[in-house]
């Protein structure tokens, strides 16, 4: 079982900055892989960035790629979302998944395990 527990939601204007950070707990995450999904008012959960855990391999939405970047700080268990550049389009619900994904499906692959997500609201 792992638990994720989500943080670093807020209110920002358009162009600013944010980042989520995702803490791991319960075992190891060995062959994990951790993502960032979002969900919109009236929309689909949609897939917004995904990293390994124990080799340097990420994905990245095409929405989002080159404004966020995501990491991992093995250490502490911990996988960060930073968000710059942000846009109103970008308001969501922001929650973090892992799952046993192979690098080359962590766009597509099944995460077994979620947060509770956490707001993050961009204003115009």
């Known amino acids: 079982q792992v638990h994720l527990v989500e943080s670093g939601g807020g209110l920002v204007q358009a162009g600013g900055s944010l980042r989520l950070s995702c803490a791991a707990s319960?075992?190891?995450?060995?062959?994990?892989?951790l993502a960032w999904y979002r969900q919109a008012p009236g929309k689909e959960r949609d897939f917004v960035a995904a990293?390994?855990?124990?080799?340097?391999?990420?994905a990245y939405a095409d929405s989002v790629k080159g404004r966020f970047t995501i990491s991992r700080d093995n250490a502490k268990n911990t996988v960060y979302l930073q968000m710059n550049s942000l846009q109103p389009e970008d308001t969501a619900v922001y929650y973090c998944?892992?799952?046993?994904?192979?690098?080359?499906?962590?766009?597509?692959?099944?995460?077994?395990?979620w947060g509770q997500g956490t707001q993050v609201t961009v204003s115009s």
């Open positions: 990293i390994t855990w124990n080799v340097d391999t990420t």
């Open positions: 319960g075992r190891s995450l060995n062959n994990y892989a």
């Open positions: 998944a892992a799952g046993v994904v192979a690098p080359y499906r962590l766009r597509v692959g099944l995460y077994d395990y």
